[in-house]
């Protein structure tokens, strides 16, 4: 009996994750590289119950594109907030969403929200959205929200739960911020879960300072045994030292497991050598060697996330322990001090 899993794509710097049951999946974001497609076929996935793209950033939506046009592989629904950007990767969006609507029966849905869908279902398998608000929607990301805080696509940005039988299995928190975090937690929302995909690549959403606080408050709230930073090696100088440090720190005597998917540049400037690991084909990075943890395979099956968890500490723990010995993952972070400047007559 196939129990499906969760597919935290190694992508280079961006994200997708798909949900896998038998020959059907969900897809959460999309970015424009061809390891998305070639999993797709690699699975023999013949349908896509559900495409979602947490906001218009060309990072997470230009590989729905031939995913739409794929009539050999349909897609039943699709979700995402408009958006008044002229970008081109936004624009061929539209049209293959109109074009897989008009030919293909592809429902078209202009809103992705706590409210729409309230949750999708495949298998045991529930997908809800925790953010963003109807009424943040309605005030689209270039105008303000009730709050009179100004939006933008990331603070509009998609937070994603999957859950399986209950289990709060894996929160996909795309490009939010800290606005979106307040938010959640002003309205008492569960964020819970056992895997965190941090937001934004672990990249800067304030100052040094505030970064860290951020991250130790969304971790502290998440409460993950694995936090994962989903970022292509060299690109937007991803993750932050400050935001890791502050995801080591949130939870007191109970640090959760750090990975990224390929070796950032702020933790070794030079590629390791090559070495036998028993990492997933379908990563971007593996072909140059920039994987670190590379593509996460999360089984919906009784132990599936010890197990999990016992293949990172062994094949990724290790790994770092001996090539990368200055990873972000293991170093200690010295304080962010403020830098207080005189005032001058």
Same mark, same amino acid.
């Given at each position: =009996?196939?129990?499906?899993?969760?597919?935290?794509?190694?992508?280079?710097?961006?994200?997708?994750?798909?949900?896998?049951?038998?020959?059907?999946?969900?897809? /959460?974001?999309?970015?424009?590289?061809?390891?998305?497609?070639?999993?797709?076929? #690699? !699975?023999?996935?013949?349908?896509?119950?559900?495409?979602?793209?947490?906001?218009?950033?060309?990072?997470?939506?230009?590989?729905?594109?031939? /995913?739409? =046009?794929?009539?050999?592989?349909?897609?039943? @629904?699709?979700?995402?907030?408009?958006?008044?950007?002229?970008?081109?990767?936004?624009? @061929?969006?539209?049209? %293959? %969403?109109?074009?897989?609507?008009?030919?293909?029966?592809?429902?078209?849905?202009?809103?992705?929200?706590?409210?729409?869908? @309230?949750?999708?279902?495949?298998?045991?398998?529930? /997908?809800?959205?925790?953010?963003?608000?109807?009424?943040?929607?309605?005030?689209?990301?270039?105008?303000?929200?009730?709050?009179?805080?100004?939006?933008?696509?990331?603070?509009?940005?998609?937070?994603?739960?999957?859950?399986?039988?209950?289990?709060? =299995?894996?929160?996909?928190?795309?490009?939010?911020?800290?606005?979106?975090?307040?938010? =959640?937690?002003?309205?008492?929302?569960?964020?819970?879960?056992?895997?965190?995909?941090?937001?934004?690549?672990?990249?800067?959403?304030?100052?040094?300072?505030?970064?860290?606080?951020?991250?130790?408050?969304?971790?502290?709230?998440?409460?993950?045994?694995?936090?994962?930073?989903?970022?292509?090696?060299?690109?937007? &100088?991803?993750?932050?030292?400050?935001?890791?440090?502050?995801?080591?720190?949130?939870?007191? &005597?109970?640090?959760?497991?750090?990975?990224?998917?390929? /070796?950032?540049?702020?933790?070794?400037?030079?590629?390791?050598?090559?070495?036998?690991?028993?990492?997933?084909?379908?990563?971007?990075? !593996?072909?140059?060697?920039? *994987? *670190?943890?590379?593509?996460?395979?999360?089984?919906?099956?009784?132990?599936? !996330?010890?197990?999990?968890?016992? #293949?990172?500490?062994?094949?990724?723990?290790?790994?770092?322990?001996?090539?990368?010995?200055?990873?972000?993952?293991?170093?200690?972070?010295?304080?962010?001090?403020?830098?207080?400047?005189?005032?001058?007559?």
């Amino acid at each position: =009996m196939d129990c499906g899993e969760i597919i935290i794509l190694d992508v280079g710097h961006g994200n997708c994750t798909i949900i896998k049951h038998g020959e059907e999946a969900i897809i /959460i974001d999309a970015p424009g590289r061809p390891i998305v497609a070639k999993v797709l076929d #690699d !699975l023999k996935i013949k349908s896509i119950r559900a495409l979602l793209i947490s906001h218009a950033d060309s990072d997470h939506l230009s590989g729905a594109i031939p /995913i739409l =046009m794929n009539a050999a592989r349909p897609v039943q @629904q699709v979700y995402v907030n408009p958006d008044k950007r002229k970008t081109d990767s936004w624009l @061929q969006f539209r049209i %293959a %969403a109109g074009d897989a609507r008009k030919f293909q029966g592809t429902k078209v849905y202009p809103s992705l929200s706590i409210d729409s869908p @309230q949750q999708l279902t495949i298998c045991g398998t529930t /997908i809800r959205v925790l953010h963003p608000t109807p009424e943040i929607c309605l005030a689209t990301n270039e105008g303000a929200h009730i709050d009179g805080v100004r939006l933008d696509a990331n603070s509009m940005s998609a937070v994603v739960l999957i859950e399986h039988e209950g289990e709060r =299995m894996c929160l996909l928190a795309a490009d939010s911020g800290r606005h979106s975090l307040n938010t =959640m937690m002003g309205e008492r929302v569960d964020i819970s879960a056992h895997v965190l995909v941090f937001p934004h690549h672990g990249g800067h959403i304030g100052g040094a300072s505030d970064n860290k606080e951020f991250a130790k408050e969304l971790v502290s709230a998440v409460r993950p045994k694995l936090v994962l930073f989903s970022l292509g090696r060299g690109a937007h &100088g991803t993750p932050r030292p400050e935001i890791v440090a502050g995801a080591r720190e949130a939870i007191a &005597g109970s640090a959760p497991y750090i990975a990224c998917t390929q /070796i950032s540049k702020n933790c070794s400037d030079a590629l390791p050598g090559k070495s036998e690991r028993p990492l997933v084909k379908n990563s971007e990075g !593996l072909a140059k060697n920039h *994987c *670190c943890a590379g593509t996460i395979i999360l089984p919906l099956s009784r132990g599936g !996330l010890e197990g999990i968890m016992t #293949d990172l500490s062994d094949h990724h723990g290790k790994f770092v322990a001996s090539e990368v010995p200055n990873a972000l993952c293991r170093r200690q972070i010295a304080p962010v001090v403020p830098q207080i400047i005189a005032a001058t007559s």
